[in-house]
């Protein structure tokens, strides 16, 4: 007699893919890319990933559960980990006047500028206001493939103001598809009417420990730069953000070089963002320590910066890297594929490492291992692009490639 072989009942199945990219390897630019790829999901979760054969040996589904990706590619969903999604209006007016170079275009808008401007409009305005003008800004980036996005506070510089932005921001994740990871930045620059050490006072011994209370952020973020906070405030700043279970994170090396990159190898912080002034004896403690480099070709490009990351050294020096829209007033996208479209062109990274980053990169920054790869065990957070071969996603200007995205087992975009 032969054995009756009991196959596992999957919810979905995709099937026929081109190409499923699974993000699966070592390196950088090790993508494992899978040709005629059929990928099996159950519940939340990736089941089966292999061939036609293999899946429909193993599993047991009906026609209405097969989605037929024949000609497209299979690629996991994005995680972008740096945005500064909760923010009210724009600073459209101020951008349009920066693009010809002629300051006096500036002095005639008689308004606020720069990150004042969007502190001004966000502690002003209700949390029902900025939900309503954050969700469409993140049903945007879903669509465009984004599964996973971090949103840090920030633009509030108050404790009434940050706690609002951080109750927005979970209430995003709790009311859209997406995964929304919370991280705490009140040390994102000064209120008007403090000084710095006044100012460093509430954020330690205020802020942190009622979003601690009200557990509202996973991580703990400050900006070290000159103007900003020196690496020894930034240490006191994400010290008490562990003590009170805030992982630390670091925007550092962005307009200089103060030790912020040095401080984020030695305490061995999740990521470190930016990076344009970092110099080589600091990416090579980064990379002993694994600290992930969070890139963002995109805020570069919007602000015209004077001193591009050098991602290509960064690369070669075997450091972890992670690719983020940062979107934000200053850098307005909800498009990872644009900021691939950059990377790849402008910073030298191959297509496959750009996905990468822009996939496992961004999970390793948010200290998440579930995800950002296809694999069997890990949560189906995939996306199917409407191109023969992944590297259209570099070479398409503007588009978006995106029919479809599938979160945790679920279809939440269907072109």
Known sequence: MSETIVKTKADLVIGHAAEAVTCVGERMEDIGVITNAWIAIKDDNIVGVGSEEEIKGQFEFNQSQLIDAK????????????????????????????????????????IT??????????????????????????????????????SKSGYGLTTESELKILEVSRRLGEETPLDVINTFLGAHGFPENMTKSEYLDVIINEMIPKVAERKLAEF???????????????????????????????????????????????????????????????????????????????????????????????????MEIA??????????????????????????????EAIKAATVGGARALDLNDRGVIQVGKLADLQIWDVPTFKHVAYELGTNIVEAVIKSGKIVVSR
């Open 71 to 110: 000609g497209k590619v299979v690629v996991p969903g994005f995680v972008d980990s740096h945005t500064h999604l909760v923010f009210y209006g724009t600073r459209v007016e101020e951008y349009a006047a920066k693009l010809t170079g002629k300051p006096e275009k500036i002095e005639k808008l008689s």
């Open 113 to 150: 500028t720069g990150p004042n401007r969007t502190v001004e409009l966000t502690r002003n305005t209700s949390v029902e206001e900025l939900l309503a003008q954050s969700k469409k800004r993140m049903m945007t980036m879903l669509e465009h493939g984004i599964t996973t996005v971090e």
């Open 220 to 318: 703990c973020d400050v900006w070290c730069d000159e103007g900003y906070f020196t690496a020894a405030e930034s240490e006191l700043i994400l010290k008490t953000g562990l003590k009170y279970g805030m992982k630390p994170k670091i925007h550092a090396d962005a307009y200089s070089y103060i030790g912020g990159s040095d401080l984020a190898a030695e305490m061995k912080m999740v990521s470190i963002d930016h990076l344009n002034y970092t110099p080589v004896e600091a990416m090579r403690k980064l990379a002993e320590a694994k600290v992930t480099g969070v890139l963002m070709p995109a805020l570069d490009f919007a602000v015209s910066h004077k001193r591009p990351f050098d991602a290509r050294q960064m690369l070669d020096l075997g």
């Open 323 to 352: 690719l983020a829209t940062d979107l934000c007033p200053a850098c307005y996208t909800e498009s990872m594929q644009f900021v691939i479209t950059l990377a790849c062109r402008l910073y030298k990274f191959s297509v496959e």
